[in-house]
Every structure is written in structure tokens, then in C-alpha cells.
């Protein structure tokens, strides 16, 4: 977390502060320090603002941008007086990925435990779908590697970070959408 804190800059948001806006390119990716925050999404005709989950403190948030500079897919809203996040530049972020490969590890987790949330929600709905997530290789492999397996297999594929964030947030994209729906 210190190589994070000498790369990043600390925010402090108060309840109801935007801290990221789904559908606008972003430039950082986050970590909760302190606080509270709520992810939205907008759904139907009216574009609502839908509660789909909370973010808890220690948590990395919009890493989704990381991919191809995708636009953010849902807004985090502070939920808490005195919420302080650490904000990532996403090139710093990016290189940051190469050298440490627990910072990669870390957020490959976060993208899984998300998935596992979202396949929980949607299992009675869409069973194949849930299975077929399960027993997508890339989540098997991460779902049961420890970070010493992890960096060996960095060490031997530098691009295994990004291939598996990709992967997963498309995954955990879709079940995003599954929910909306």
C-alpha cells in the first residue's frame, strides 16, 4: 500500500459527493481508505439511479477504466462524512501493475469476490450462466491461487495481470447487466 500512497493522492469526499460518474472516461482508479461508499448504475428509460452494492474500506474501485479506456461502468457515491480515498493515476496505476505484482493480485481478488457477490444475486435466475463463470478458467485459476503462485506465474507470463482483468471485468460486466435486467 506505501508504493500506492507515493503515487496517489489522498481525497477527502463528504456524504452525497460524486467521487466517480458511471459513463465518463476515467483517469484514475481508487482505493476506499476511511468511510462509506455506494455504487449506482442507471437503468431504464428514465435512467434512475439503481443501489447495486457498497464498497467496503480497503477496496480498489474503476479499475475498469485500466482496460482499453473503457468509460465507467456505475457511479460510487460517498456515502459518509469524511470519506477519504486514494486516487491512482491510470498510467501510474498500469506500471505500477508490472513492478508489483501484489497490487495485481490484490485487484484480480477484488474482481472475484465481486463476481461472487454478483453470481450469489443471480444464480436462481440464470444457473448456466452462474456455472459457466464459475468454470471459466481464468476465474478457477485466480479463485484458488495465493500470492507466491501468483508472482511465479507473473514472472513467467508479464501479460497474465492484464489478460485476467480483462477477463473478469468483462465477466463481472455482464453479470452487472444480468442484474439491471
Not at 482508479?29 to 439511479?49: M, P, R, S
Not at 495485481?104 to 481478488?109: D, I, Q, R, Y
Not at 478457477?140 to 501479460?159: A, G, K, P, W, Y
Not at 495481470?161 to 453479470?175: D, G, N, R, V, Y
Request: glycine share 4%; with cysteine.
Amino acid at each position: 500500500m506505501e508504493v500506492l500512497r507515493q503515487n496517489g493522492q489522498l481525497r477527502l469526499f463528504s456524504n452525497g459527493d460524486v467521487i466517480c460518474r458511471e459513463d465518463e472516461t476515467g483517469k484514475y482508479v481508487y482505493f476506499l481508505l476511511k468511510g462509506e461508499a455506494k455504487i449506482y448504475k442507471k437503468e431504464g428509460e428514465q435512467q434512475t439511479d439503481k443501489h447495486i452494492g457498497d464498497i467496503q474500506v480497503g477496496t480498489i474501485f474503476g479499475e475498469s477504466t485500466l482496460i482499453e479506456s473503457k468509460k465507467r461502468n456505475a457511479s460510487v457515491i460517498a456515502s459518509s462524512d469524511n470519506t477519504v480515498v486514494l486516487e491512482v493515476e491510470n498510467e501510474k496505476y498500469n506500471v505500477l501493475l508490472q513492478q508489483e505484482p501484489k497490487l495485481g493480485f490484490m485487484l484480480l481478488k477484488t474482481l472475484v469476490y465481486r463476481i461472487n457477490l454478483a453470481s450469489d444475486q443471480l444464480l436462481s435466475v440464470d444457473p448456466a450462466h452462474i456455472f459457466n463463470c464459475r468454470t471459466n478458467d481464468i476465474y478457477m485459476t485466480v479463485s484458488s491461487l495465493d500470492n507466491e503462485t501468483f508472482r511465479e506465474i507473473v514472472n513467467r507470463n508479464s501479460e497474465y495481470t492484464i489478460t485476467a482483468l480483462k477477463e473478469l471485468s468483462e465477466m463481472l460486466e455482464t453479470l452487472d447487466k444480468k442484474m439491471l435486467s
